[in-house]
């Protein structure tokens, strides 16, 4: 558990992320019109909608990268909706790409090392003393162990696969010790082949910890969440299981219209 908030809350009963009514308008354009949602400890749900859908823009009005225009977003009972995006990130709102700098010339391990002093605010400290810092060398141990990243720890980022990368990616996410995690398309570029290396991390993350994917790829979708939200035009289309996703005739509409459209 050292790699998340200790205690992050009570499985399937904390609110960990309460999105309420959240709109946001450019202009007279509105592009997101009342999403509300909510996430407890333990959650495994997947975002997803057609192009176009306002997937990237609920994420971002979440994650305090834009503003909203009406609406609120709690965590773990806090109102953050005013609060810049590094506060949300200190307070455990974590979306994956936002602390995935990968520098070619480093390791694995010493990226991670670097997060974990970032997180902690010790970067000033002499790098070559990191690994003698108390408890840091048996955190990044953990967190390579659970994402699969031991054999290459020692391995330049720039010659890793991409597969490897994006797992890196996680777990420079995991080591901020998230309380809710947003993953922003993880399996992106990956081949489909290796995609199950990504799901198999994914299935590794503290129980209790909230995690949201967004994700294109369905089989992925379907193999990881146990709830399934869709946006569609900018607002909540839908939710439920995966086999409710799929027998609602609004969700095919929406998908199988969009590919229409397409041609």
Not at 83 to 93: K, T
Not at 144 to 169: F, K, N, W
Request: charged share 20%; net charge positive.
């Amino acid at each position: 558990m050292s790699a998340t908030a200790p205690g992050i809350g009570v499985i399937g009963e904390t609110k960990l992320l309460e999105v309420e009514g959240l709109s946001k308008n450019f202009g007279g354009l509105q592009v997101s019109s009342d999403i509300s949602m909510t996430l407890k400890a333990g959650d495994r749900c997947a975002l997803i909608g057609p192009n176009g859908a306002g997937k990237t823009t609920f994420v971002n009005l979440v994650t305090g990268v834009i503003p909203p225009s009406a609406g609120t977003v709690r965590l773990d009972g806090r109102d953050v909706t005013r609060l810049a995006a590094a506060e949300r990130v200190r307070l455990g709102l974590i979306r994956s790409f936002q602390v995935a700098r990968l520098f070619k010339s480093m390791t694995v391990r010493e990226h991670l090392e670097l997060a974990v002093l970032q997180r902690d605010r010790r970067t000033f400290r002499l790098f070559a003393s990191v690994a003698k810092m108390a408890g840091l060398a048996d955190e990044v141990a953990e967190l390579l162990d659970s994402m699969g990243l031991a054999p290459v720890a020692h391995i330049a980022v720039g010659s890793l696969a991409y597969g490897q990368q994006r797992l890196l990616e996680i777990a420079l996410a995991l080591a901020m010790k998230p309380k809710v995690l947003i993953l922003d398309e993880p399996a992106a570029g990956v081949p489909h082949s290796e995609s199950q290396r990504i799901l198999d991390a994914i299935d590794r993350l503290p129980k209790d910890l909230a995690v949201l994917m967004i994700e294109h790829d369905m089989d992925l979708v379907f193999r990881f969440a146990r709830t399934i939200v869709v946006l569609a035009q900018g607002r909540l289309l839908c939710s439920g299981t995966a086999s409710e996703i799929v027998a609602d005739p609004r969700v095919r509409e929406v998908y199988l219209g969009s590919r229409a459209n397409a041609h």
